[in-house]
């Protein structure tokens, strides 16, 4: 009548629950990794949009200096 083995079932709803919570810790450390991979692209970009505009900004003053040069002219 009694199970053969005791505390049988305790152990397989423990290595479940184990399991369970291993799971979870991978989902969540792999969410963690995402969003990090996310904002470190996010920032690259940032930089890339500011390099951009500062290179115009360059440009800009590098003509009106031409410019200027050839008034003096």
Request: net charge positive; aromatic share 2%; proline share 3%.
């Amino acid at each position: 009548e009694w199970p053969l083995q005791p505390g049988k079932k305790r152990r397989k709803r423990k290595r479940r629950r184990k399991r369970k919570r291993k799971r979870e810790k991978a989902k969540k450390k792999r969410k963690e990794e995402k969003k990090r991979k996310q904002d470190k692209r996010k920032e690259k970009e940032k930089e890339k949009k500011e390099g951009k505009k500062r290179k115009e900004k360059k440009k800009k003053e590098k003509e009106k200096k031409k410019e200027k040069k050839k008034e003096k002219k």
